[in-house]
T-cell receptor
Framework: GENVEQHPSTLSVQEGDSAVIKCTYS??????FPWYKQELGKRPQLIID?????GEKKDQRIAVTLNKTAKHFSLHITETQPEDSAVYFC???????????FGKGTRLSVIA | DGGITQSPKYLFRKEGQNVTLSCEQN?????MYWYRQDPGQGLRLIYY???????QKGDIAEGYSVSREKKESFPLTVTSAQKNPTAFYLC????????????FGSGTRLTVV
């Protein structure tokens, strides 16, 4: 089955700097890759997703890139703000009506 | 909670008791899921259901049971066989299994006392 590795597990950046979180997946048939943000004590919320027919997608300060050959995808946050502090989860969908497989999460701290 | 409601928010269980966590959605989603979240462990899948009256085990199903009698509801029972049930439990739903974004509930924090 699919396996998703996420790095780093913790990340601290200065306010205004960029943050990058990377995930690798094992199944080349996977075709959908969402990212979730979970603030302390709250539910995860979908912030951006990408499908395998697209190499990059942007939404304001957030972007996701996908490299199908290398089987990895990354979340990029520019001009970080304190409210970006949260745990971020990547996930991959392995075709065949199976659930998303999640990475173990990255705790991002933005230092003012 | 964005169309998916979990209750209660906090739950305390005595040793040897079964407890049931509620999950209801009004999004007309076919698929529903239960995840357990422990510090540093990410989201671990307990059970999922793609259609009414059908469900499958996830990675950590031992000590848990579910039912899916209605499309809107997917309750999770934590049985006395679950030896370490203290955790944060999240319910989610999606239009189709896996290939679309999930909507999560606000979670239930279960503590054994």
């Amino acid at each position: 089955g699919e396996n998703v590795e996420q790095h780093p597990s913790t990340l601290s950046v200065q306010e205004g700097d960029s943050a990058v979180i990377k995930c690798t997946y094992s199944d080349s048939a996977s075709n959908y890759f969402p990212w979730y943000k979970q603030e302390l004590g709250k539910r995860p919320q979908l912030i951006i997703d990408i499908r395998s027919n697209v190499g990059e997608k942007k939404d304001q300060r957030i972007a996701v890139t996908l490299n199908k050959t290398a089987k990895h995808f990354s979340l990029h946050i520019t001009e970080t703000q304190p409210e970006d502090s949260a745990v971020y989860f990547c996930a991959a969908y392995q075709a065949g009506n199976t659930p998303l497989v999640f990475g173990k999460g990255t705790r991002l701290s933005v230092i003012a | 909670d964005g169309g998916i409601t979990q209750s209660p928010k906090y739950l305390f269980r005595k040793e040897g008791q079964n407890v049931t966590l509620s999950c209801e959605q009004n999004l007309n989603h076919d698929a529903m899921y239960w995840y357990r979240q422990d510090p540093g462990q990410g989201l671990r899948l307990i059970y999922y259901s793609q259609i009414v009256n059908d469900f499958q085990k996830g990675d950590i199903a031992e000590g848990y049971s579910v039912s899916r009698e209605k499309k809107e509801s997917f309750p999770l029972t934590v049985t006395s066989a679950q030896k370490n049930p203290t955790a944060f439990y999240l319910c989610a739903s999606s239009l189709v299994t896996g290939g679309s974004g999930y909507t999560f509930g606000s979670g239930t924090r279960l503590t054994v006392v």
